[in-house]
């Protein structure tokens, strides 16, 4: 075997992560070949030295952890605090966008005037004959009002002195409610 398998072969029975059956011929093998030995018995020096060195810090750290001053359970009591606090805001802020939300929402879709034109009802009909699936939904609704033509855009008279912000807001502004 390289030197390589034989050390990492010799850090993991050292751990127990090797089966009986592993560590039994692992052992075996050592035992015929000498170079093979020296080089397991090296690793696992190595390995007990790191061992003894992650222990002492890890021990020291939970000596450290464990002896806790007095003054420590105040701090608690105020960051608890501060988390009520912050909670009590959320929830504040979340009751306000709520309540401005429900006395700020958008008209219904079909709470427009609609327009009895004759020009409209047979497009209405014929798109309302190929959506009958849908069923009675807002997705109908929406469908069919978007396909319809807009009288109401028709019937502005185009304004050539407008900037191109006034056209775009203008746009906003008609597109909201669609």
Known sequence: ???????????????GELSDDARTLFEAYLAEHRQANEWA?????????????????????????????????????VRSRLIVR????VVAAFGIGAGFGRLSKQPAIGSRPR??????DPYV???????????????????????APK??????????????????RQYVKERRYE
């Open 125 to 147: 009909r014929q798109w309302g004959r190929s959506l009958e699936g849908v069923g009675d939904s807002f997705w109908r609704a929406k469908a069919i009002a978007s396909l």
């Open 41 to 77: 018995q090296d690793m696992l020096g190595v390995y007990e030295e790191t061992e003894a060195a992650i222990a002492s810090k890890t021990n020291r750290a939970r000596a450290e952890t464990r002896a806790k001053p007095a003054h420590v359970f105040p701090l608690a009591r």
């Open 115 to 120: 327009a009895t034109s004759a020009k409209v």
């Open 1 to 15: 075997m390289e030197r390589d398998t034989i050390e990492r072969l010799a850090i993991d029975s050292a751990a």
């Open 151 to 168: 009288r109401h855009l028709a019937a502005q008279p185009h304004k050539s002195g407008a900037s191109l912000w006034s056209k775009y």
């Open 86 to 89: 912050w909670a009590a805001v």
